[in-house]
T-cell receptor, first 115, second 116 residues
């Protein structure tokens, strides 16, 4: 079974600063994918970034990067140069390669960006 | 990436009534998924809707309460029946997405439901 743990229920960051949202996972699978989603107050789930378990380099997408530490089973999301529009819930998720397309989600972290 | 739309985007309903949520995808997909997100919670999978067969429901969800239709490869509906205030949630549909061998989902914009 897969499990995602997000220990930070809420985070605050000053505009233009960087912030790290923590995510640890547990799985017995050798091949898996890790994802981050953003959910603004509107409710939609926006796919942000993906990291494969065999990827040697950390994934990056614009201001988002995924700090992947396989031995520690962590996949932290780093947002650089925070913007007010980054205020949202952020969910970490993982899925098993060759599985059923149904990811396991964490409980989420609420990020508030202060001006 | 697939473009997914949902109707309605939000609604306020009286208890005991039913609401049907529509999900439209701009490309053909074999599987569509329906999720519920109760206030302050993470996403919970309700069911998987396959075209041409009965939906597969997760533990705790039943067809009588959440009937699903999947008439073709680009459309699905979820009905929330005999609603109570506990059904107040965001309901999201999603479709599979394969990324470099790993499987995840793309989500629609969600339907925010409040039951009075």
């Amino acid at each position: 079974a897969q499990k995602i743990t997000q220990t930070q229920p809420g985070m605050f960051v000053q505009e233009k600063e960087a912030v790290t949202l923590d995510c640890t996972y547990d799985t017995s699978d050798q091949s898996y994918g890790l994802f981050w989603y953003k959910q603004p107050s509107s409710g939609e789930m926006i796919f942000l970034i993906y990291q494969g378990s065999y990827d040697e380099q950390n994934a990056t997408e614009g201001r988002y990067s995924l700090n992947f530490q396989k031995a520690r089973k962590s996949a932290n999301l780093v947002i650089s140069a925070s913007q007010l529009g980054d205020s949202a819930m952020y969910f970490c998720a993982m899925s098993r390669s060759g599985g059923s397309y149904i990811p396991t989600f964490g409980r989420g972290t609420s990020l508030i960006v202060h001006p | 990436s697939a473009v997914i739309s949902q109707k309605p985007s939000r609604d306020i309903c009286q208890r005991g009534t039913s609401l049907t949520i529509q999900c439209q995808v701009d490309s053909q997909v074999t599987m569509m998924f329906w999720y519920r997100q109760q206030p302050g919670q993470s996403l919970t999978l309700i069911a998987t809707a396959n075209q041409g067969s009965e939906a597969t429901y997760e533990s705790g969800f039943v067809i009588d309460k959440f009937p699903i239709s999947r008439p073709n490869l680009t459309f699905s509906t979820l009905t929330v029946s005999n609603m109570s205030p506990e059904d107040s949630s965001i309901y999201l549909c999603s479709v599979p997405k394969l990324l470099a061998g790993s499987e995840t989902q793309y989500f629609g914009p969600g339907t925010r439901l409040l039951v009075l």
